[in-house]
T-cell receptor, first 114, second 114 residues
Framework: KAGVTQTPRYLIKTRGQQVTLSCSPISGHRSVSWYQQTPGQGLQFLFEYFSETQRNKGNFPGRFSGRQFSNSRSEMNVSTLELGDSALYLC?????????????FGSGTQLSVL | QQQVKQSPQSLIVQKGGISIINCAYENTAFDYFPWYQQFPGKGPALLIAIRPDVSEKKEGRFTISFNKSAKQFSLHIMDSQPGDSATYFCAASRRWGGADGLTFGKGTHLIIQP
């Protein structure tokens, strides 16, 4: 069974640009959540999608957005990139996200903003 | 506001020794406490988890101890091996607030010396 796939693996952008990251969950998983990982702040929850609906969002500015498609694949978008957006962006999937369900993480997309 | 505090930041243990990582939480609504293990270049993977109705859970060499009154929980790795060298994150969530996401500690970089 394939794991969670995130593309691209690495991205380099400049300030002011926008970026789209992609996540393919494990087959059959309907919940996809996104996390930002930085050395200073650690892992922080961005948002969670279930059946194409965003159910909750973490404490991030509106420049961070996402969506989920009918096949459960998800994308996240960051507009007007800032230097501080440089981070590892992780996607995690689960069957039908309940707070105590096991999350399966992808290897992440490493975003560098210059 | 950091809702889950993790210590130490880094830890060096001799092979065969016991590794101990501690976490404290503030939000009394949390009722699910997982530990994740992350190797370089990979996403976090669930190691072991506990609910507050038990004070201890053991899986192989890994044990979680939980103190509800003190709002603290810890991970013990017995007979630590070089392959255990990784970054460990404690986390917390509400079981029935699945869309809230996990709140992570800032991680402990564990090195097991041969």
């Amino acid at each position: 069974k394939a794991g969670v796939t995130q593309t691209p693996r690495y991205l380099i952008k400049t300030r002011g640009q926008q970026v789209t990251l992609s996540c393919s969950p494990i087959s059959g998983h309907r919940s996809v959540s996104w996390y930002q990982q930085t050395p200073g702040q650690g892992l922080q929850f961005l948002f969670e999608y279930f059946s194409e609906t965003q159910r909750n969002k973490g404490n991030f500015p509106g420049r961070f957005s996402g969506r989920q498609f009918s096949n459960s694949r998800s994308e996240m978008n960051v507009s007007t990139l800032e230097l501080g957006d440089s981070a590892l962006y992780l996607c995690a999937s689960s069957l039908a996200y309940r707070g105590d369900e096991k999350l399966f993480f992808g290897s992440g997309t490493q975003l560098s903003v210059l | 506001q950091q809702q889950v505090k993790q210590s130490p930041q880094s830890l060096i243990v001799q092979k065969g020794g016991i590794s101990i990582i501690n976490c404290a939480y503030e939000n009394t609504a949390f009722d699910y406490f997982p530990w994740y293990q992350q190797f370089p270049g990979k996403g976090p993977a669930l190691l072991i988890a506990i609910r507050p109705d038990v004070s201890e859970k053991k899986e192989g060499r890994f044990t979680i101890s939980f103190n509800k009154s003190a709002k603290q929980f810890s991970l013990h790795i017995m007979d630590s091996q070089p392959g255990d060298s990784a970054t460990y994150f404690c986390a917390a969530s509400r079981r029935w607030g699945g869309a809230d996401g996990l709140t992570f500690g800032k991680g402990t970089h564990l090195i097991i010396q041969p």
